[in-house]
């Protein structure tokens, strides 16, 4: 799904009173689009939670994206960057 439309349904769900989080490719969008929490990750478009056939990288993605909802210090329109650890 395109990041632009991703930020953009992500923010009016929050005005609805649900809790979201992004998980952006294209940092420069979420910055202009600015979803409510967004993790920005370094990989290849088309692969937003790291290489296929590596469930526990891919784990690692989407944990560190619920983080971002389990953390009362995050401030709306807030990007985090994600770090892979190897």
Request: hydrophobic share 45%; glycine share 4%; proline share 9%.
């Amino acid at each position: 799904m395109c990041n632009q439309a991703v930020g953009l349904v992500a923010a009016e769900m929050e005005r609805q009173g649900i809790a979201t989080v992004c998980i952006q490719l294209l940092k420069e969008v979420a910055q202009a689009v600015k979803p409510p929490r967004a993790l920005w990750v370094p990989f290849k478009h088309g692969y937003p939670l790291d290489q296929p056939e590596a469930p526990d990288r891919q784990r690692a993605v989407i944990q560190a994206a619920l983080a971002l909802l389990e953390d009362p210090s995050v401030k709306p329109a807030t990007i985090r960057d994600y770090h892979r650890r190897n």
